[in-house]
């Protein structure tokens, strides 16, 4: 079993930066691959990034590419999503997962433990 607590989330203006951090506790993240979801009012949950186990790899969804940056730190536990030039359309409740394989997947269905969110909201 593992445990997921995002914090970070917050009010921006668009243009502007957050750092959203994901705390994993039950088991070492170096176990896991992590995701980060996203889910906007009236809309599905959807892929924004994710890393490998151990890091080593990353890939990202085209509407972030070159604004989020997702990184893990193996002493802590803790996996970071970077969001800089927000958006307005960047505004949802972000989530954190993790999924019992060494690779990463856009998959929502493919991952077995959330946190409980955190919510970004970017002001125009």
């Known amino acids: 079993q593992v445990q997921l607590v995002e914090s970070g989330g917050g009010l921006v203006q668009a243009g502007g930066s957050l750092r959203l951090s994901c705390a994993a506790s039950g088991r070492t993240f170096s176990s896991y691959a992590m995701g980060w979801f996203r889910q906007a009012p009236g809309k599905e949950r959807e892929f924004v990034a994710g890393i490998t186990r151990g890091g080593l790899n990353s890939d990202y969804a085209d509407f972030v590419k070159g604004r989020f940056t997702i990184s893990g730190d193996n002493a802590k536990n803790t996996v970071y999503l970077q969001m800089n030039s927000l958006k307005p359309d960047d505004a949802a409740v972000y989530y954190c997962?993790?999924?019992?394989?060494?690779?990463?997947?856009?998959?929502?269905?493919?991952?077995?433990?959330w946190g409980q969110g955190t919510q970004v909201t970017v002001s125009s």
């Open positions: 997962a993790a999924r019992l394989n060494a690779f990463l997947s856009k998959s929502r269905d493919e991952y077995h433990y």
